[in-house]
């Protein structure tokens, strides 16, 4: 069974750019999710896809954006950089979307200078 | 008032104690319950899950939930060096039920031999 993998590792941008993280859900899982970490702060939720459709959104503004392709892998972007998305980028898949536990993939480390 | 409350520790305990990690939710439509392990530097993983009121034992974790009283605990037997990390409880399910998971802060656990 493949696990969570997300892609790049690390990332370092300078403020304004824009970024695309990549993320491949578990095998047998329809659901992906994006978090946020911030240093020494629990995951905040940015939002889900189901079968390819947003389904819920995080407080996040809409330079956050995503897509889920019909594999089930996703992507994450972020436009118009700031300093304070420096943080670590979690990327979770579930079976379902609603009480399936999620499985984390190991992150993505955004610096943003 | 915090959705989700835990005390950020650090909690610490001697090798082979009980630890006793706790947690208390705002949204009384809550559904399932989670706690996640985070070593330092790593992504969160998955633990324990539960969705009834009671105890669910899994080897040395063991998780309660009341829901009358908005309170989700870990129970950690024998404590053990490698059990040191961040537990991070996450609740589901509330209100908007759209499968957005919301993290506590994490409760920073240390185990000294």
């Known amino acids: 069974e493949t696990g969570v993998t997300q892609s790049p590792t690390h990332l370092i941008k300078t403020r304004g750019q824009q970024v695309t993280l990549r993320c491949s859900s578990q095998s047998g899982h329809n659901t992906v999710s994006w978090y946020q970490q911030a240093l020494g702060q629990g995951p905040q939720f940015i939002f889900q896809?189901?079968?390819?459709?947003?389904?819920g959104r995080g407080n996040f503004p809409p330079r956050f954006s995503g897509l889920q392709f019909p594999n089930y892998s996703s992507e994450l972007n972020v436009n118009a950089l700031e300093l304070d998305d420096s943080a670590l980028y979690l990327c979770a898949s579930s079976f379902d979307s609603n009480n399936s536990p999620l499985h984390f993939g190991n992150g993505t480390r955004l610096t943003v200078t | 008032q915090k959705e989700v409350e835990q005390n950020s520790g650090p909690l610490s305990v001697p090798e082979g104690a009980i630890a006793s990690l706790n947690c208390t939710y705002s949204?009384?439509?809550?559904?399932?319950f989670f706690w996640y392990r985070q070593y330092s530097g790593k992504s969160p993983e998955l633990i324990m899950f539960i969705y009834s009121n009671g105890d669910k034992e899994d080897g040395r974790f063991t998780a309660q939930l009341n829901k009358a009283s908005q309170y989700v605990s870990l129970l950690i037997r024998d404590s053990q060096p490698s059990d040191s990390a961040t537990y991070l409880c996450?609740?589901?399910?509330?209100?908007?039920?759209?499968?957005?998971?919301?993290f506590g802060q994490g409760t920073t656990l240390q185990v000294k031999p």
């Open positions: 896809y189901y079968r390819e459709e947003e389904n």
């Open positions: 996450a609740v589901n399910g509330g209100s908007s039920n759209t499968g957005k998971l919301i």
């Open positions: 949204d009384r439509g809550s559904q399932s």
